[in-house]
């Protein structure tokens, strides 16, 4: 092989250590660089807000998102039993001073006294609440019950049976309740569908009646559905303010979640993946600790960036793309970490420093080079 054929070799290897030395991500300068981004999918590109974290902060750092406590969003439920609905079973039991005229009773006695001591109960087989959300009452038809408490459905049977028993009175007792009932699952230590009862059971009752979380109680959130919506707290919360301790209600969904946020990390970190956190939140400088930190040698310290949507005030609004850049030269900036919030859905990413690629290139070269100067010894020799 001749000195030219191998100044042509040496150079086409250039050339291929050239191509190979691509960064695997978009660089500092090309994330500064900005741009726009569509909010959701068929929308009009809303652009990227850029915000620079240092000493010489601007803008004030965002706050944590806290979670409003359940006495605050959750409606206030009454206990089991201060209404009832359908499929509930209610026991009827009538009182009829003697004479007895409907329901049978005692002998006759004009002697008040006699009169409540002789009369007898007539106790009417069990009423299941119908679809139609009434109970019927012999001598009293059909009464509406759905939605109503047992006093006001006692009061209306002694108003229908007025003119015809004597001195009517009536009691009316739950006995089966079939639909008031609550779920429990998730991260407990068994999941269950229970009933509820008059006394009006609480959130901590049914964590405790399946035996409690599995999970550490700092690390477990309690997710609580009613009527459609839910609503997550900190089970720690929840212990130790009692006014979320709150009055479960009929079809109550409670879910015991273990980390139930994450955020992504992607670059030059110690470790790339999906990391877990608790409700209760973490800081940025807390998820760079649990993802190993920066790699030395090939993280551009700065070149950290935090992608995230933000929501606006609007309901229904587009999001707003927001990127922040830490400049982690600046010692400053490790205070303002540990002061900034993260959150669920956060994409953490570090761009590798100009001197590590310098450094990849070199080497790609040199491996490329090397052979080519060793054939070129050779020939000279």
Not at 194 to 199: A, E, Q, T, V
Not at 303 to 322: E, I, K, N, T, Y
Not at 345 to 358: Q, R
Request: charged share 20%.
């Amino acid at each position: 092989m001749t000195l030219p054929h191998i100044r042509h070799l040496m150079i086409l290897m250039s050339f291929v250590a050239l191509s190979a030395c691509q960064a695997f991500g978009p660089g500092r300068e090309n994330i500064l660089a900005g741009g726009s981004v569509p909010a959701r999918s068929g929308e009009a590109p809303v652009p990227i807000k850029i915000i620079q974290v240092g000493s010489d902060q601007a803008q004030p750092l965002p706050t944590a998102i806290a979670l409003r406590p359940f006495y605050d969003v959750i409606p206030e439920a009454l206990p089991v039993g201060t209404t009832v609905d359908v499929g509930d079973a209610l026991e009827v039991t009538i009182w009829e001073a003697p004479p007895a005229t409907l329901f049978g009773g005692a002998a006759a006695d004009t002697r008040i006294a006699t009169a409540i001591s002789t009369a007898r109960p007539t106790i009417l087989p069990e009423m299941r609440i119908g679809p139609d959300g009434t109970i019927s009452v012999p001598f009293a038809g059909a009464i509406a019950a759905r939605g109503r408490t047992l006093q006001s459905i006692e009061r209306e049977i002694v108003a229908r049976l007025k003119g015809r028993a004597n001195m009517p009175q009536a009691l009316v007792r739950l006995v089966g309740n079939e639909t008031a009932t609550v779920t429990v699952v998730g991260e407990f230590a068994q999941s269950a569908r229970f009933p509820l009862s008059p006394r009006g059971e609480r959130l901590l009752d049914a964590i405790a009646k399946v035996g409690g979380v599995k999970p550490p109680i700092n690390l477990t959130t309690i997710q609580v559905t009613r009527d459609g919506a839910s609503f997550r707290l900190p089970l720690s919360q929840i212990i130790e303010q009692e006014r979320n301790n709150i009055i479960l209600a009929r079809n109550d969904v409670i879910t015991a979640l273990y980390q139930p946020y994450s955020f992504t990390v992607l670059g030059a970190a110690g470790r790339n993946d999906e990391f877990k956190f608790e409700a209760f939140g973490i800081s940025l400088s807390q998820a760079l600790g649990r993802v190993g930190g920066l790699q030395d040698g090939r993280a551009n310290p700065r070149g950290v960036f935090l992608f995230r949507w933000m929501d606006r005030s609007d309901p229904g609004a587009l999001r707003d793309p927001v990127i922040y850049n830490f400049d982690f030269k600046d010692p400053a900036v490790y205070f303002m970490a540990q002061q900034f919030p993260m959150q669920d859905g956060d994409f953490i990413y570090v761009t590798n420093s100009p001197v590590a690629e310098l450094q990849r290139f070199v080497g790609i070269v040199s491996q490329a080079i090397l052979p080519a100067a060793t054939v070129t010894t050779i020939v000279q020799q």
